[in-house]
């Protein structure tokens, strides 16, 4: 279970199966019945009530906004609109990415750095490139698949946790020794070394740098980023998040019968601490503002023209090996914090962020030059979430003649 990001483990049928949206005369009309039709087919299934979305047909538009349902259970919640807000979960990674190109066109530092280099403390990891954990084939466990992470959600849903904490729930030791992997291998404890790097780089908060060089001169008023528990201005903007996820942790034992976070089932998140995601999934934004991020970071505009070659440059999830292009043998590639996948309508970029009650997902339809966010309020279980099909129905929505 992928709890801040399963865009890996997504695949083209996923993509481009689903729904087909009612008849209606406009465009905004197609894209509000596809998003109405998702939430009554999905709603109790994937334990969600309400669902946001924002298409970008392109620089500087048209734009199409839409939302379904309420932001919560019970008669009194109000429905989704524009100021509500969802966590972001692994989307947020192109934060890290951004903030790591950024230093290093400055010169603070180079993505070919080892974490010996800015981490010695770390020797166990201490050839491991900046890089590597980027496109995560650093080979270092998943913090967020652990007994220790699972006792906080649980136990203690408020605590503030630090970088340090969740790099030590997974660092070798007498009494930790978790498998390494070889290849590509998704763990988000490379991004809170990837953060940790780049607040010694740049030499202040990894919260910091986010407002600074993204949040800031990007515009993004309704994005927020804390390494800590949210203040109530930001979560009372918030849709309730629910937890429905009956998966064990990877590592737990193979024949697992009852997952860590069983007590989790069915409680809101709203209020907690997202501490434990950070700089691999811990910001909060609406969908108009991360289609205008990833508008922005796939049109070259975030970063100089090196770094972006860097950030869209992939490994293949199949071997883990660099790849130029994508081909039907080997589908999907995973970038700095973006993956890309060939599928038979032609080539998207995407990312699904999942963490612990939400899901934020972006497409970029390449030939279309069509960006579709979509937000909801749950984590499933990874077979029944069915939120790429909202996606692809808003997409053949526009084309409708």
């Known amino acids: 279970m992928k709890r801040v990001g399963c865009a890996a483990v997504l695949s083209a049928a996923c993509l481009f199966g689903g729904l087909a949206s009612a008849g209606e005369s406009t465009q905004a009309g197609r894209v509000q019945a596809a998003l109405d039709d998702w939430l009554a087919e999905r709603a109790a299934i994937e334990g969600v009530t309400g669902i946001a979305a924002y298409v970008s047909l392109g620089t500087p538009g048209p734009n199409i906004e839409a939302f379904a349902g309420t932001t919560g259970h019970g008669e009194a919640a109000p429905p989704v609109d524009q100021d509500t807000l969802f966590a972001m979960g692994s989307t947020s990674k192109s934060f890290a990415a951004a903030v790591i190109l950024l230093l290093e066109a400055q010169g603070a530092l180079s993505i070919d750095d080892t974490v010996g280099t800015w981490l010695p403390r770390y020797a166990a990891w201490k050839d491991v490139t900046i890089r590597q954990l980027l496109d995560m084939t650093s080979g270092i466990p998943n913090y967020s698949e652990t007994e220790f992470i699972s006792r906080a959600w649980v136990e203690a849903p408020g605590r503030d946790l630090t970088a340090e904490e969740l790099v030590a729930a997974v660092y070798p030791s007498a009494t930790s020794q978790l498998p390494a992997t070889t290849g590509y291998h998704y763990s988000n404890t490379n991004y809170i070394l990837a953060g940790m790097i780049a607040e010694k780089a740049g030499r202040k908060p990894y919260a910091d740098l986010v407002r600074d060089l993204i949040l800031e001169p990007w515009g993004l008023r309704s994005t927020f980023f804390s390494a800590g528990t949210y203040p109530p201005e930001v979560t009372d903007r918030m849709a309730h998040g629910y937890f429905e996820n009956t998966a064990c942790a990877d590592y737990q034992p193979p024949d697992c019968a009852e997952s860590w976070n069983k007590p989790l089932i069915g409680r809101d998140v709203r209020q907690d601490s997202t501490s434990w995601a950070q700089a691999a999934g811990g910001a909060i934004s609406n969908a108009r503002d991360v289609t205008r991020w990833m508008r922005a970071v796939f049109e070259g ?52 962020g999942m963490t612990l009650g939400y899901r934020t997902l972006y497409v970029w339809f390449e030939e279309d030059d069509v960006l579709i966010t979509v937000q909801t309020n749950s984590q499933p279980n990874d077979d029944v979430n069915r939120l790429p099909d909202v996606a692809t129905a808003i997409h053949a929505a526009l084309k409708t003649p």
């Open 301 to 352: 505009r975030v970063v100089p023209p090196k770094q972006q070659a860097e950030w869209l440059s992939m490994i293949s999830t199949r071997t883990g090996e660099p790849i130029q292009t994508l081909t039907p043998e080997d589908p999907q590639g995973f970038a700095l914090g973006l993956v890309r996948m060939l599928a038979p309508d032609g080539t998207f970029w995407f990312y699904q």
